[in-house]
């Protein structure tokens, strides 16, 4: 499977942006799929996470209530759908897909997408 984002942006703080992800394999719906992000001198860090099927979601506390993940299977992609943006939403975006489960950060690991920046400015 490969993995490419896009949708980044610059934003003001309290906007919107939408990411996509779209999934190049046959195999795309058998992942359990998920976003993360690293800003800047930090760790990368799970945002949220959507099933195989998109019957269910995670989402980090951080982003909860802002965020929301979805996923179309038929086209291989899935998107995040982030509002009321804060300077501290502000990172490169990965999206991936894993062998866990979404309660575990879809640890491990098994595809990562190359990043798409977000710029929120306050």
């Known amino acids: 499977v490969q993995l490419q984002a896009s949708g980044g942006g610059l934003v003001q703080a309290g906007g919107s942006l939408r990411l996509s992800c779209a999934a190049s394999g046959r195999t795309f719906s058998s992942y359990n799929m998920g976003w993360f992000r690293q800003a800047p001198g930090k760790e990368r860090e799970f945002v949220s996470a959507?099933?195989?099927?998109?019957?269910?979601?995670n989402y980090a506390l951080s982003v909860k209530g802002r965020f929301t993940i979805s996923r179309d299977n038929a086209k291989n992609t899935i998107d995040l759908q982030m509002n009321s943006l804060k300077p501290e939403d502000t990172a490169v975006y990965f999206c991936?897909?894993?062998?866990?489960?979404?309660?575990?950060?879809?640890?491990?690991?098994?595809?990562w997408g190359r990043g798409t920046l977000v710029t929120v400015s306050s």
């Open positions: 959507i099933t195989a099927m998109g019957r269910h979601t």
């Open positions: 991936a897909a894993g062998g866990g489960d979404i309660w575990n950060s879809l640890q491990p690991i098994n595809y």
